[in-house]
């Protein structure tokens, strides 16, 4: 199978995009392959409306549901891979559209537990300080 085969590369872009759930991995990989400036615009346009939406009822103290929130990101993922798909004469397209997948996921994964990740982050900093 060729790297560059839809189906083929939605399955590499679920299995490494789950890899790589690290916000900073995926930004620095956003920034790296910067030629693509215009998948990096496109997924901002869509992540970042919901971000705001999410702080902002933060402040409020609503509560954002995270099978919404899901349903969401799939959606994001699934243009992403349209994208590629018209698009995939290029390796580093390919590896964009992981981190920019990787972004997604990072972002679900602090948002669907974000009080976990603040006690996972601080429970080591305390264990290796004692």
């Given at each position: ?6 189906p083929?590369?939605a ?59 899901k ?12 994208e ?47």
């Open positions: 199978m060729k790297p560059t085969d839809p083929a590369l399955a590499e872009i679920t299995t490494l995009g789950t890899l790589l759930k690290s916000y900073a991995v995926g930004y620095r990989y956003c920034l790296w392959f910067g030629k693509c400036a215009i998948l990096q615009r496109r997924l901002r346009k869509l992540v970042l409306p919901h971000v705001r939406d999410y702080t902002d009822n933060q402040r409020v103290g609503k509560m954002v549901h995270t099978a919404s929130l349903k969401y990101c799939r959606r994001v993922m699934r243009d992403l891979v349209k590629c798909r018209r698009r995939m004469h290029s390796i580093r397209l390919s590896l964009v559209l992981l981190a920019s997948v990787a972004q997604i996921l990072s972002l679900l994964h602090a948002l669907d537990g974000r009080t976990e990740v603040d006690k996972d982050s601080s429970s080591p900093a305390v264990e290796k300080s004692g």
